[in-house]
């Protein structure tokens, strides 16, 4: 479990890190486009429906 916890805290260190934080706006900009939300709402939906 050590392991986990030095995983997520090496994660968080680059998500608060500046390259961390490009990735995060650049992730936050393509999900506000339409066309993504569109395909984000498709690959959601197939996946809810296998799990029935």
């Keep these: ?5 030095s995983l ?3 994660i968080t260190a680059f998500l608060r ?3 961390g934080q490009q990735l995060v ?3 936050r900009r393509e999900l506000a486009k ?4 569109t395909k984000l709402k ?3 939906s197939r ?3 296998r799990r029935r």
């Design 17 to 19: 890190s500046p390259k």
């Design 42 to 44: 498709q690959v959601t």
């Design 47 to 49: 996946l809810s429906g």
């Design 25 to 27: 706006d650049r992730g």
């Design 8 to 10: 997520v805290q090496r």
């Design 34 to 37: 339409p066309e993504n939300q």
């Design 1 to 5: 479990m050590e392991n986990d916890m």
